[in-house]
């Protein structure tokens, strides 16, 4: 199946173990990025699987590769490997090495401790491999991205022509970098 990732727009969840939750922050990140969560399998353009590691990663990996392929066959496939551990600096093999089924187009890791993702490089990593995947990752400076959020607190009656001014600049100079950025993922693929 060819990777054309720009027709994904519809995932479904599907935890091959138990999160406690713990993935609810990579579901809201994608739907920060206008990806949708569906209710059905049947409607999705993706599965994005949740795989909590219990025994041995391949093993697990591969279990729940096998139960999406009997149940849900053909669904492209997003898998993060959950890592269940309190240790921020906890390394982890890359999960990826581990996976060969065709349909599994992302393979990403993460720490997850008591029902929440650790704050660590690894989650980082994770996010930001998920947000490039989609073409999403842009570098927008922090700057202009805390500018923006300043100026969506002033209270109206304080700004006058020159604010909105200067924020239609910011605004303009935000998506210059968004456009830049895409043109650039799109020519690595």
């Given at each position: 199946?060819?990777?054309?990732?720009?027709?994904?727009?519809?995932?479904?969840?599907?935890?091959?173990?138990?999160?406690?939750?713990?993935h609810f922050p990579v579901?809201?990140?994608?739907?920060?990025?206008?990806?949708?969560?569906?209710?059905?399998?049947?409607e999705c353009d993706y599965l994005l699987v949740f795989c909590p590691v219990v025994s041995r990663v391949g093993t697990d990996i591969g279990e729940a590769l096998h139960n999406i392929t009997r149940k849900k066959s053909g669904k492209p496939v997003i898998l993060v490997v959950m890592h269940h551990t309190f240790d921020p600096h906890h390394v982890?093999?890359?999960?990826?090495?581990?996976?060969?089924?065709?349909?599994?187009?992302?393979?990403v890791?993460?720490?997850?401790?008591?029902?929440h993702l650790l704050s660590c490089n690894l989650n980082d990593t994770m996010s930001g491999d998920i947000k490039k995947f989609f073409g999403s990752e842009f570098p927008v400076p922090v700057l202009i991205h805390n500018l923006i959020s300043l100026w969506?607190?002033?209270?109206?009656?304080?700004?006058?022509?020159?604010?909105?001014?200067?924020?239609?600049?910011?605004?303009?100079?935000k998506c210059c970098f968004t456009h830049m950025s895409r043109?650039?993922?799109k020519t690595e693929k």
């Open positions: 199946e060819d990777r054309n990732i720009d027709s994904w727009k519809k995932f479904f969840v599907w935890e091959a173990g138990k999160t406690n939750g713990a579901v809201q990140m994608l739907k920060s990025i206008g990806q949708t969560d569906v209710t059905s399998a049947t982890v093999a890359e999960s990826r090495r581990q996976v060969n089924n065709p349909n599994v187009h992302l393979t890791d993460c720490l997850f401790f008591e029902g969506q607190h002033i209270p109206r009656f304080c700004k006058d022509e020159s604010f909105d001014h200067w924020y239609c600049s910011m605004l303009k100079m043109c650039q993922v």
